[in-house]
């Protein structure tokens, strides 16, 4: 059974850092891709960032290109986003996620993620 956990969410002011955690647990992480996705009240669920199985491809959505960074480490089972020049509008809960295809698939595509963690709440003060 995959599992994923998130942590790491919390409140920042607006130009400050956090850094986000996803512990996989339940099959062999390093066959398969990882994404990070955030929905805001209101708002549907968008792609944050992804990272290929083998960390050789990243996508990230322009609304955070250059201040986000998704990495993995697959001898821990755990993917990061390093997020960085955080904004008001960044504020969401971000959840983790990943296919039930291993190795290639489209990363910027949320009907390739069949898994999802629980979600961290993100809050960026003005």
């Known amino acids: 059974q995959v599992r994923l956990v998130e942590s790491g969410g919390g409140l920042v002011q607006a130009g400050g850092s956090l850094r986000l955690s996803c512990a996989a647990s339940?099959?062999?992480?390093?066959?398969?891709?990882m994404g990070w996705f955030r929905q805001a009240p209101g708002k549907e669920r968008e792609l944050v960032a992804a990272?290929?199985?083998?960390?050789?491809?990243?996508v990230y959505a322009d609304s955070v290109q250059g201040r986000f960074t998704i990495s993995r480490d697959n001898a821990k089972n755990t993917v990061y986003l390093q997020m960085n020049s955080l904004k008001p509008e960044d504020t969401a809960v971000y959840y983790c996620?990943?296919?039930?295809?291993?190795?290639?698939?489209?990363?910027?595509?949320?009907?390739?993620?069949?898994?999802w963690g629980q979600g961290t709440q993100v809050t960026v003060s003005s």
């Open positions: 990272i290929s199985w083998n960390g050789g491809s990243t």
């Open positions: 339940g099959r062999t992480f390093s066959k398969y891709a």
């Open positions: 996620a990943t296919s039930s295809r291993d190795y290639y698939i489209t990363l910027g595509r949320e009907y390739e993620y069949d898994y």
